[in-house]
């Protein structure tokens, strides 16, 4: 029995320093059994990177309690010496193992969980939605107030790093004037029908009427993150395969197997364009690149400082777009967007009218109330906006016709026109449209 408790000890203090991280180093003048339960609890260890205490000194008692019992049996009977090392230690191998896997199963299962964001988007909605401009909205029987929105929190862009740089593009001869010129992430968010991460599939089609190639693309989708659920994607892209050159400077064809996120915004049903160079990046490795930091040679892009991405988690991007598909956003366009949307240029004596689109994200139902901040405004300029007030339901998009009538004797200059909506008393914002008069 001495050599039960001499064993026990020996084995115990091994135990003790590899659960807390430490290597041992068995003698050589120790018993095979001892050499042996010391190797397996090693493999053991290997198992788990931090298991817990409880976990600890249940595994060390278990084996100490398998080791002193196979050494008595061994000496009972002789005959069990007979099936070799590898299987004296299947009992003690099974239940130990069967132990230890349960319990880092479920912490490990615990942990992947707990990693996950705090809470996931809502589904995006079977269709795109239909703008709707209700004249009389009606209040809702019980209308749940929306949450408290704090302006959504984006990521800076990154530095480029030393990680492998994705395949470099060679852009062709055509060039595009981009009527889309977005210069920030929430723009370019709020005025896509979808947002996708696609994969390219294979050119489906090529046609040429009166000018340049274009060439239709079928993509599978992986992930959507704005509209309706899509499997695939057919998306339309200046250029031809066939045609060496025959694609955009700054706006490269696709190849396939290449895998983007994309903005899109649908021009037939089921038919989608993007924005050119601004609402294409690159996911190479599960980080994001900005095309500049794709294309070679003449093409010449550079993209605004806000969707400049250069090696940007794909998790942290796809984070940032959820937070502005939930989120409140008022933008401005006169039917397309352009550069500067929320600045204007006309010579006085003109009359225009601007899209004022209200995105309700995760938010309503609730009564939206629009109102323009006339403090400032002069008497020759005369704003008015139509609806002031509707009801706005989640995922929908809502438009209102902003007039802005300059008089003619209107004194050149810049004048600001302040555009403010209340969602309900919870969310409250505004967008400011600088105005540039000019001269007849």
Do not use: C
Request: charged share 20%; proline share 9%; net charge neutral.
């Amino acid at each position: 029995m001495a050599l039960d408790n001499n064993t026990e000890r020996q084995f115990s203090e091994y135990l003790d320093k590899l659960l807390t991280g430490e290597d041992v180093s068995v003698s050589s003048e120790a018993s095979d059994e001892l050499k042996e339960a010391v190797e397996f609890a090693r493999t053991l260890m290997t198992l788990s990177s931090q298991p817990s205490p409880a976990f600890q000194t249940a595994l060390k008692m278990r084996l100490i309690n398998k080791l002193v019992e196979r050494e008595e049996q061994a000496r009972e009977v002789k005959k069990w010496w007979q099936f070799g090392p590898s299987t004296r230690w299947v009992s003690i191998a099974a239940t130990a193992a069967v132990v230890f896997l349960a319990v880092v199963g479920f912490l490990g299962y615990r942990g992947i969980f707990s990693q996950l964001p705090a809470s996931t988007p809502p589904a995006a909605p079977s269709a795109s939605p239909t703008p709707t401009t209700p004249t009389t909205p009606a209040t809702p029987s019980a209308p749940s107030a929306p949450s408290a929105q704090k302006p959504p929190t984006i990521e800076a862009p990154q530095k480029e790093s030393a990680s492998p740089r994705p395949p470099q593009k060679t852009g062709g001869n055509v060039q595009i004037d981009y009527a889309f010129g977005f210069n920030n992430l929430s723009d370019l968010t709020a005025f896509s029908d979808a947002i996708a991460v696609a994969v390219v599939d294979r050119a489906v089609e090529v046609t040429r009427q009166n000018g340049p190639y274009s060439t239709r693309w079928a993509l599978r989708v992986e992930k959507t993150l704005k509209g309706a659920q899509l499997s695939r994607l057919s998306v339309s892209q200046t250029g031809s395969p066939d045609v060496p050159g025959s694609d955009g400077s700054e706006d490269p064809l696709f190849v396939p197997g290449e895998r983007y996120l994309l903005f899109l915004r649908e021009s037939a049903p089921g038919q989608y364009f993007y924005f050119g160079p601004n609402g294409r990046y690159l996911i190479w490795n599960d980080k994001v690149y900005s095309m500049n930091h794709v294309i070679v040679g003449a093409g010449g892009y550079q993209a605004p400082p806000e969707l400049n991405f250069a090696g940007l988690s794909l998790y942290t991007f796809t984070a940032n777009i959820n937070k502005l598909v939930d989120s409140v956003q008022l933008i401005f366009t006169q039917g397309k967007a352009s550069v500067q949307t929320d600045v204007l240029r006309y010579p006085a004596g003109t009359t225009l009218t601007i899209d004022a689109r209200l995105s309700s994200g995760e938010h309503g139902p609730a009564r939206v109330t629009m109102a323009i901040d006339k403090t400032g405004i002069p008497d020759g300029l005369e704003v008015s906006l139509q609806p002031v007030e509707f009801v706005a339901y989640p995922r929908n998009v809502y438009s209102s016709n902003l007039t802005i009538a300059i008089a003619p004797n209107l004194l050149p200059g810049s004048y600001q026109i302040p555009v403010e909506y209340d969602f309900d008393g919870v969310v409250r914002g505004r967008r400011v449209i600088t105005l540039h008069v000019e001269p007849r």
